[in-house]
């Protein structure tokens, strides 16, 4: 199944990725090899089986709904992590124009 | 033998007899990995300095008679994707190239508590995505076997860490055979555990109902006192086995005489190494003359679950890359002009082409109007797969497979098609698809021009028993002494 250029930008764009035009034309290729090799599932007679999204059997682990409060070394560290902070404010770049 | 050459269980010993020193055995690793790691690139950071202060915090405590665990004062290398606070981890990728953790991955609070020591972080490709480590953004690692092949991946570094002896022990990580490939590539003991067996938290999240933390060691004993170690539940991941399990170290010697080993004649097929398959063959003979009882079995959905793996892997994939986006942490781009910009730009500039690819592919296989016929067929199949592993366990306590359909390749021999690349790992992803076991254990040779290049068996087990293919795992061990080779640069 051969992509088009315009697909790939459409996903580009959903998957939130610069790509150059050389890049583009190279993924096209690329994702259409694999797709055509993934197409071997279409074989598959699934009627009847269910899709789980993992295989443990696990149901409705849940947590406490409690905050557990990070200790300070911990809290300066993901501080430092940030590119771009004011003080201990995360700084991004405005949304609306 | 130098002590970089040890297994934990001999150094344990050494340290206990007082032998030698916890400084002994590290400074050994550290000279070694100085000499050695130039021609390998198996590390990206060594933590020598730390190493060398816990070692002496180790000896002091031996000094003063105290009691020691056999995990204390051991030398362990961890994979680049393993959060250890205050140190870089980069995952392979230039996108965390300067991300300094700040908090403990679970395995890593266990083995610290252990008393184990983290000599270094190990080189990957990039978010754990390739079969080679040509993907790591800081350059390839090379099999120490022959050093114009690689090593396996995606946990290419750890292996050939363990397999220079650079270090006594490793973790990796495992989402379609990143322990297992670079395990039988390198001639080194690796387990990939039980889905949930290990806990994920601190993991750098690559496909999340695949992903498994396990040891690499020089011999089956070794893989499962670490094992041992590290798994258990743990509050911090919501997919974590619940039930307590067993210590594996106790019936680990106890022989295979009896055992219903089941071989599945899918993973025998065309295409694949002569050699290899040889070597898988003897390695058979072997345990049935070990006692087990060997029973041929189907395992009829396997030519499906390479399929299945990239379609589920690259969706994971590309819902948790998304929160690497250049804004809390990781490179931003710089002077973009609105927010979206630098969403865009940070990812296109930090991620490699391999980890763009699989985001691709794995954006496209969830968008509207693809979901049924790619996502949510492949999770239907994905059940059949797991059906088959359901099955063949009612007949049979293990089964044992090839492990990769051919030996080390050749370093860029397989980068520019990724489908070729992809089918190194047609042997070992039905293990995470359907979530069990798997321990590959050296079996053997294959010589290409003037090298020796290392061959594993691939043991896979029932949900949650990985005593029983550690157990078969080191009967075969015992029976044979491919475990005892050195590469040339040990």
């Keep these: 199944m051969a992509l088009t250029q315009k697909e790939i930008e459409h996903i580009a764009l959903l998957a939130r990725l610069d ?5 583009k034309e190279k993924c096209a290729n690329e994702l259409s090899a694999i797709l055509d090799y993934i197409d ?15 295989v443990e059997g696990l149901v409705n682990v849940l947590d406490h709904d409690e ?23 995360l700084r991004v770049k405005g949304i609306f124009s | 033998m130098p002590f970089h050459q040890l297994t934990i269980r001999e150094v344990h010993e050494g340290l206990v007899q007082k032998k030698f020193s916890a400084t002994d055995v590290v400074q050994s690793c550290l000279e070694h990995i100085e000499k050695n790691d130039g021609h390998i690139h198996a590390f990206l950071d060594v933590h020598g300095a730390s190493a060398l202060e816990h070692a002496r915090v180790v000896d002091e405590k031996i000094a003063k008679g105290a009691e020691i665990g056999v995990l204390e004062g051991v030398p362990i290398a961890v994979k680049d994707n393993m959060l250890l606070a205050g140190t870089r981890t980069t995952a392979g990728s230039k996108i965390l190239e300067s991300y300094i953790a700040s908090y403990d991955a679970t395995v890593i609070a266990k083995l610290k508590k252990e008393g184990a020591i983290v000599i270094g972080k190990t080189n990957m490709d990039e978010f754990a995505m390739g079969s080679s480590t040509e993907n790591s953004a800081f350059g390839p690692t090379k099999n120490p076997w022959d050093t114009d092949r690689v090593p396996g991946g995606s946990s290419g570094g750890s292996a050939a860490a363990v397999c220079a002896d650079e270090c006594i022990a490793a973790l990796g990580s495992d989402t379609g055979g990143s322990i297992r490939q670079p395990a039988s590539l390198c001639g080194v003991v690796g387990l990939k555990p039980t889905y949930g067996a290990v806990s994920r938290y601190g993991l750098i999240a690559m496909a999340s109902s695949l992903d498994q ?3 690499f060691a020089k011999t089956v004993e070794d893989a499962a006192i670490l094992f041992d170690a590290i798994k258990g539940a743990d509050a911090h991941d919501s997919s ?5 399990l067993q210590p594996t170290l106790p019936s680990l010697k106890e022989s295979v005489a009896g055992m219903k080993i089941g071989v599945p004649k899918e993973y025998f097929i065309e295409g694949m190494d002569e050699d290899v398959s040889r070597t898988v063959r003897d390695a058979l003979e072997v345990l049935k003359k070990e006692g087990a009882e060997l029973i041929d079995i189907e395992l009829p959905h396997t ?5 299945v793996y990239y379609v589920i892997m690259p969706a994971e994939v590309s819902a948790n ?5 250049g804004i809390r942490y990781g490179r931003q781009a710089s002077d973009a002009k609105d927010l979206a910009e630098t969403y865009r730009r940070s990812r296109g500039e930090g991620f490699g082409p391999e980890t763009r690819r699989r985001i691709m592919l794995g954006t496209y296989a969830l968008a509207a109007g693809y979901y049924d016929a790619y996502y949510k067929k492949a999770q239907s199949v994905r059940q059949l797969v797991r059906r088959d592993f359901d099955n063949a366990f009612r007949s049979v306590d293990c089964i044992v497979t090839p492990t990769s ?13 990724p489908l070729a690349m992809y089918l190194a790992d047609i042997f070992t992803v039905s293990a995470n698809i359907a979530g069990v076991p798997g321990l590959v254990v050296p079996c053997g040779f294959v010589s290409r021009g003037e090298s020796r290049l290392p061959v594993g068996l691939q043991f896979l087990g029932r949900h949650f028993d990985e005593e029983t293919v550690l157990r078969a795992g080191h009967a075969y061990e015992s029976a044979t002494e491919w475990h005892t080779q050195k590469s040339p640069l040990s």
């Design chain 2, 240 to 244: 974590s086995a619940t039930a307590s």
């Design chain 2, 321 to 325: 890359l998304a929160r690497l986006d």
């Design chain 1, 19 to 23: 790509l150059s035009n050389e890049e």
């Design chain 2, 213 to 215: 933390i396990g040891p």
């Design chain 1, 67 to 89: 905050v557990v409060v990070c200790d300070e070394d911990t809290r300066m560290r993901i501080l430092a992590a940030m590119p771009d902070r004011a003080g201990d404010l």
């Design chain 2, 303 to 307: 030519s499906y679950a390479l399929s």
């Design chain 2, 405 to 417: 359909p051919t030996p080390a390749f050749l370093l860029g021999e397989k980068t520019s098609d």
């Design chain 1, 40 to 54: 071997q599932l279409q074989e598959v007679n699934t009627s009847g089986v269910s899709y789980e999204y993992q």
